[in-house]
């Protein structure tokens, strides 16, 4: 299926645009000293290095600002802010900004930030926010897109609730993608009120925090939220893990959350998964895991549409790796007894745009390509089928009759043979070589292990 997702693209670059070297050893030795010097187009390179009470404006179009490694530029505001506001305001439009650390950010209004965005369009790649009263604090900008991959927000908030990990307002689109936000100071991991969420492959979690809401989308929207791992743990100051529309739903047209393949875990004993507004138009939820206590979500939908969600009160059920540790996969040799194990659908389409899960967070702050099985397993992970056979091994395997009526047979001596449909459900399965089965007419794939552990997959036609 064909994932479509908007790019936040630089313009092309200026014929005269300037790279500016910024370090201890170099010309310019903080970033402040060439904030006001640059121009339109730019590329500001700043060594690994901490850069203490050094705060700026950046206000032209089209800049890059990097990090220049091993390690982070680390911009330690010891408590001070550019003009009461952030360590950086950006003003400017399609600002990128990677490898940098901001923290320590006060302001007398409790919501310093490490990046005040007042201007259009950002992307921000693997930074690092801590210790701020706001990670990023993005201002109303209707058209804006935001673009945050890769990158860990900890430990920011003022306390009084009010300030967050990053807290996304009015705007048009963010995507949020491999990131790691964690133990926020009461606010939320993750506060957005933008029309249009992307929220993917991420790990959100409370951790030793005190946070509010891991997720809390105050406006609704219209919100994918897929392959995310979410924890809330016992010091969290809300109950419910996903908030959406509890200030009303003002924000889109589309007031519609999709939520596939997530792994959701509660460690509290009270509580609810999805604290829904009612009035919400449609909630689509499929393949995900939600482990401890609490409702699966509250307030019914205008549309509810849910299949092959795992929820279960007993986290020790569902045979995660450990749990403790959030390493929430299911692995080798147990993976078969597990209930996620090749248990999920395949969601479909919304337009254009795939639901399916085809990446997985890595953890910290990166993803991978999820493992393609012969279905999908539930929740945020793939258990990567070992022992796959070769294209010669293949030959060795015969499945009769093929076209096949109601039964078929396997050459070879079999743990197991399982039947599924092109959405990945299974229809069929037999510990033995004969498999009978009562299926329209149409191709089916087959999933065959023999005795030695081996897997194979073939196609059948069935008339």
Same mark, same amino acid.
């Given at each position: 299926?064909k994932? +479509?997702? #908007?790019?936040?693209?630089?313009?092309?670059?200026?014929?005269?645009?300037?790279?500016?070297?910024?370090?201890?050893?170099?010309?310019?030795?903080?970033?402040?000293?060439?904030?006001?010097?640059?121009?339109d187009? *730019?590329?500001?390179?700043?060594? %690994?290095?901490?850069?203490?009470?050094?705060?700026?404006?950046?206000?032209?179009?089209?800049?890059?600002?990097?990090?220049?490694?091993?390690?982070?530029?680390?911009l @330690?505001?010891?408590?001070?802010?550019? $003009?009461?506001?952030?360590i950086?305001?950006?003003?400017?439009?399609?600002?990128?900004?990677?490898?940098?650390e901001?923290?320590?950010?006060?302001?007398?209004?409790?919501?310093?930030? $490490?990046?005040?965005?007042?201007?259009?369009?950002?992307?921000?790649?693997?930074?690092? #926010?801590?210790?701020?009263?706001?990670?990023?604090?993005?201002?109303?900008?209707?058209?804006?897109?935001?673009?945050? /991959?890769?990158? /860990?927000?900890? #430990?920011?908030?003022?306390?009084?609730?009010?300030?967050?990990?990053?807290?996304?307002?009015?705007?048009?689109?963010?995507? #949020?993608?491999?990131?790691?936000?964690?133990?926020?100071?009461?606010?939320?991991?993750?506060?957005?009120?933008?029309?249009?969420?992307?929220?993917?492959?991420?790990?959100?979690?409370?951790?030793?925090?005190?946070?509010?809401?891991?997720?809390?989308?105050?406006?609704?929207?219209?919100?994918?939220?897929?392959?995310?791992? =979410?924890?809330?743990?016992?010091?969290?100051?809300?109950?419910?893990?996903?908030?959406?529309?509890?200030? $009303?739903? %003002?924000? %889109?047209?589309?007031?519609?959350?999709?939520?596939?393949?997530?792994?959701?875990?509660?460690?509290?004993?009270?509580?609810?998964?999805? *604290?829904?507004?009612?009035?919400?138009?449609?909630?689509?939820?499929?393949?995900?895991?939600?482990a401890?206590?609490?409702?699966?979500?509250?307030?019914?939908?205008?549309?509810? @549409?849910?299949?092959?969600?795992?929820?279960?009160?007993?986290?020790?059920?569902?045979?995660?790796?450990?749990?403790?540790?959030?390493?929430?996969? +299911?692995?080798?040799?147990?993976?078969?007894?597990?209930?996620?194990f090749?248990?999920?659908?395949?969601?479909?389409?919304?337009g254009?745009?795939?639901? !399916?899960?085809?990446?997985?967070?890595?953890?910290?702050?990166?993803?991978?390509?999820?493992?393609?099985?012969?279905?999908?397993?539930? $929740?945020?992970?793939?258990?990567? +089928?070992?022992?796959?056979?070769?294209?010669?091994?293949?030959?060795?395997?015969? =499945?009769?009759?093929?076209p096949?009526?109601?039964?078929?047979?396997?050459?070879?001596?079999?743990?197991?043979?399982?039947?599924?449909? !092109?959405?990945?459900?299974?229809? %069929?399965?037999?510990?033995?070589?004969?498999?009978?089965?009562?299926?329209?007419?149409?191709?089916?794939?087959?999933?065959?292990?023999?005795? /030695?552990?081996?897997?194979?997959?073939?196609?059948?036609?069935?008339?």
């Amino acid at each position: 299926m064909k994932k +479509i997702l #908007f790019a936040l693209l630089l313009s092309t670059p200026f014929c005269h645009a300037t790279t500016w070297l910024v370090g201890p050893a170099k010309v310019y030795t903080k970033p402040s000293q060439v904030s006001a010097l640059v121009n339109d187009g *730019d590329t500001v390179l700043i060594d %690994a290095a901490v850069y203490l009470a050094d705060v700026c404006y950046w206000g032209k179009n089209n800049l890059v600002i990097k990090g220049v490694g091993p390690g982070y530029a680390h911009l @330690d505001a010891n408590n001070t802010a550019y $003009g009461g506001k952030a360590i950086w305001v950006i003003g400017g439009q399609n600002t990128h900004v990677e490898n940098i650390e901001f923290s320590r950010c006060t302001v007398v209004d409790k919501n310093g930030a $490490g990046i005040r965005q007042e201007g259009m369009h950002l992307t921000v790649t693997h930074c690092y #926010f801590h210790d701020n009263e706001n990670g990023i604090l993005a201002g109303d900008n209707a058209g804006s897109k935001i673009l945050i /991959e890769k990158s /860990e927000f900890a #430990f920011n908030g003022f306390g009084d609730g009010l300030s967050h990990n990053l807290y996304i307002n009015h705007i048009d689109t963010l995507v #949020f993608r491999y990131n790691y936000s964690h133990d926020a100071h009461v606010g939320h991991e993750l506060k957005s009120r933008a029309k249009s969420h992307y929220i993917l492959y991420n790990r959100i979690s409370s951790e030793q925090g005190t946070d509010s809401r891991n997720i809390d989308l105050p406006n609704g929207g219209q919100t994918f939220l897929i392959g995310n791992i =979410i924890n809330q743990q016992q010091n969290s100051q809300n109950n419910n893990i996903i908030g959406y529309g509890l200030e $009303g739903l %003002a924000n %889109a047209a589309f007031n519609e959350v999709y939520a596939i393949n997530n792994t959701i875990v509660n460690e509290k004993n009270v509580g609810s998964f999805f *604290d829904l507004k009612s009035g919400t138009e449609k909630f689509k939820a499929y393949n995900n895991v939600c482990a401890g206590v609490g409702s699966f979500y509250t307030n019914a939908p205008l549309v509810l @549409d849910t299949l092959n969600n795992s929820i279960n009160a007993t986290a020790a059920n569902l045979q995660f790796q450990n749990a403790a540790n959030y390493q929430y996969q +299911i692995s080798f040799p147990t993976y078969g007894s597990s209930p996620l194990f090749n248990a999920g659908v395949n969601p479909g389409m919304v337009g254009t745009y795939s639901l !399916l899960a085809d990446q997985i967070y890595v953890h910290p702050q990166n993803f991978s390509s999820r493992c393609v099985n012969a279905a999908i397993d539930i $929740g945020a992970y793939e258990e990567c +089928i070992p022992n796959l056979v070769t294209e010669q091994q293949k030959l060795v395997v015969t =499945i009769y009759p093929n076209p096949a009526h109601d039964y078929l047979l396997v050459s070879l001596p079999v743990q197991s043979v399982k039947m599924y449909d !092109l959405s990945g459900r299974m229809l %069929a399965s037999s510990m033995a070589q004969q498999l009978y089965f009562d299926v329209a007419a149409g191709v089916y794939n087959l999933q065959i292990i023999d005795k /030695e552990g081996h897997i194979m997959h073939q196609k059948v036609q069935v008339r």
